[in-house]
C-alpha cells in the first residue's frame, strides 16, 4: 500500500450526507442506541466486541464471555464494562484487565477485515471517515477512500491520536462499521449473510443486536446491582 492507494474526499460532508441522513437523532444525552451510530433500514445488525488485555502480561488476552463468566455477569448484546471491570487477575493482584476504547483492538480489526474481504467485491473503493475526533480538536472532518485491506495504511496516514476511522463503508454501501471515540464496542449495519458470517466467525466476538440496543453505559439492565 502507497500514499497513491489512499485519497482525500474533496467534499467529505458530501460523502457523509446519505449516512447522517439515516442516523437516529440522539435525543438524550444519556441514552443512545445502535442506529445512532450505524444508518437504519439494513437488515441486520451486529455487535463486535473489542478484546480486553492487561498491559503488565503483553499477548493475554479475554473475551467479553470470559470476561462475564468470571464476573458473574450475564453475556449479552448490552452488556458494558462496569459489570466485568472488578475482575482482576490473581495472582497477582491488582493488575487490571482494560478493553479498547475508541477502536477495535489490532486482531479485531485484522478479524473485521477479513470478514468484510469476503462479502465486498475486490475493486470497490472504500470510504473512511473521522468525523468526531477532529471536531474535538477544531478541525475539520476527513474522509479518505482506499481499499479494504488499505484499513491499517489509512490509520496510519491521519495519526495514532485519531484512533478510529469512526465510520469505514464499501462503495455500494453494502454494509457500515462504525465506532464513537468513547465506545468499547464497534458496530456493524449489513445484510443477513454478512452478520451470520461475523456472528460465525473465530477471527472476532460479535453477537447480533437490535437496531434499537443500547449502546451507552447505562444499557446493562439485566447486570445491574442494587
Not at 51 to 69: K, N, Y
Amino acid at each position: 500500500m502507497t500514499d497513491d492507494d489512499i485519497l482525500a474526499v474533496p467534499d467529505p460532508e458530501r460523502a457523509l450526507r446519505w449516512l447522517h441522513e439515516r442516523l437516529t437523532p440522539g435525543t438524550d444525552a444519556g441514552r443512545h442506541v445502535v442506529t445512532e451510530l450505524v444508518p437504519e433500514g439494513y437488515p441486520a445488525y451486529v455487535r463486535v466486541f473489542h478484546t480486553w488485555t492487561l498491559e503488565e502480561i503483553p499477548g493475554l488476552r479475554r473475551t467479553w464471555r470470559e470476561m462475564a463468566a468470571a464476573s458473574g455477569a450475564h453475556f449479552h448484546g448490552e452488556l458494558m464494562g462496569g459489570a466485568v471491570r472488578r475482575e482482576v487477575l490473581s495472582p497477582p493482584v491488582g493488575e487490571q484487565w482494560e478493553v479498547f476504547d475508541g477502536e477495535p483492538d489490532p486482531a479485531t480489526r485484522q478479524g473485521l477485515v477479513e470478514i468484510l474481504s469476503a462479502a465486498t467485491a475486490a475493486d470497490q473503493r472504500v470510504f473512511y471517515s473521522y468525523e468526531l475526533a477532529r471536531e474535538l480538536r477544531g478541525e475539520e472532518t476527513l474522509v479518505w477512500t482506499s481499499s479494504l485491506s488499505g484499513l491499517e495504511a489509512v490509520r496510519a496516514r491521519t495519526g495514532e491520536e485519531y484512533a478510529g476511522p469512526e465510520h469505514w463503508w464499501p462503495e455500494d454501501r453494502g454494509w457500515v462499521v462504525a465506532c464513537d471515540w468513547d465506545l468499547c464496542s464497534t458496530y456493524v449495519a449489513c445484510s443477513e449473510a454478512l452478520a451470520e458470517r461475523l456472528v460465525g466467525s473465530d477471527l472476532i466476538e460479535a453477537v447480533r443486536v437490535a437496531p434499537a440496543a443500547r449502546v451507552d453505559n447505562g444499557a446493562d439492565h439485566l447486570d445491574q446491582r442494587s
